[in-house]
């Protein structure tokens, strides 16, 4: 079992220093999936094999130190000492290290499954496409089953839950590429007209109205931007926009339902389908969002996010938001 055990530990160890250097896409839900069901055999074996072989020999030493004290006893020897019994005991109900490092690991495993799949699920901001809702740094939580509950690694859904809404800052599988996850604002529903030309945001033929607040200093861009405020679902949020940056939307790649959308110097009007969101960044000339890749289907949602619980450069960005 030592051997068998250190080539799993091996393997975990393999994957997750390919994952760490490029050499593949690393999947974190499987990854503690698997561990989760390895390390759950180890304690079952724990429990119900191993720990009851260590007490019956732990047992039959016992005895055999009973036998041995009564015969030291009939010689006349009535002094012995027991701590070289306790340390011995001890040392034959230990947990060996292959045990540790997985059936005793299986607890906080489990409840790290556990609560990363159904409850919460912790996500560092990589990128400034959210500025000035999220900042690049900040640590959030997002909301694992307020668009319903969903089996991991499958993300096969299992309960209702609510429905998107416009507004919603949602955490979801990047449609180009799955294994990773990207962050950004619900701007269109299933069904829903979205234009944004001239970099303002028209639903379904209605002028989403802003109104300038002022000006947002990027410390990363050492510069100032323009930053208007928006009410999209009962809550505004801010954005931002650069002058620098023109209208239209360039680099375009075909993607599935790009049919729906129409683009021109002005910008991109699409028409949302059954099934799927448009998603914008809330840094509207620099994210990289349904303008360009496409639209978001229902299966990709991963949940909602809710909370900045740290920013290591700023304790003032902890809190909710919208």
Known sequence: MQALTS????????YAGAWYT??????????????SVVTGLYWLAERYY????RVAAAERAALEVQKRREE?????????????EDVARQKILAQPWWLDWTAGLFPVIISVFFLRSFIVEPFKIPSGSMIPTLLVGDLILVNKFHYGLRLP????????????QRGDV???????????DYIKRVVGLPGDTVAYLNKRLTINGQVIETHAVPEFFDEDAMRYFKQYEEKLGDQPHRLLNDD??????????RFPGSEACNYTVEGVTCKVPEGSYFMMGDNRDNSLDSRYWGFVPEKNI????????????SLKRIGSFH
Do not use: H
């Open 22 to 35: 490029g050499y593949l896409d690393g999947n974190f839900a499987l990854l503690l999936f698997v561990a």
């Open 244 to 253: 620098d940056r023109p209208a239209f939307v360039p680099g375009i790649d």
């Open 153 to 164: 690694v499958v993300n096969a859904k299992i309960t209702e839950g609510n429905k998107p």
């Open 7 to 14: 080539l799993v530990l091996a393997a975990f160890v393999a």
């Open 72 to 84: 030291l006893s009939r010689q006349g020897l009535e002094k012995v000492d027991l701590s070289f």
């Open 302 to 313: 991963v949940g909602k996010a809710f909370f900045v619980w740290m920013n290591f450069g």
């Open 170 to 180: 949602m955490v979801f599988r990047y449609p180009p590429k799955p294994s990773l």
């Open 50 to 53: 191993f720990l009851p072989a």
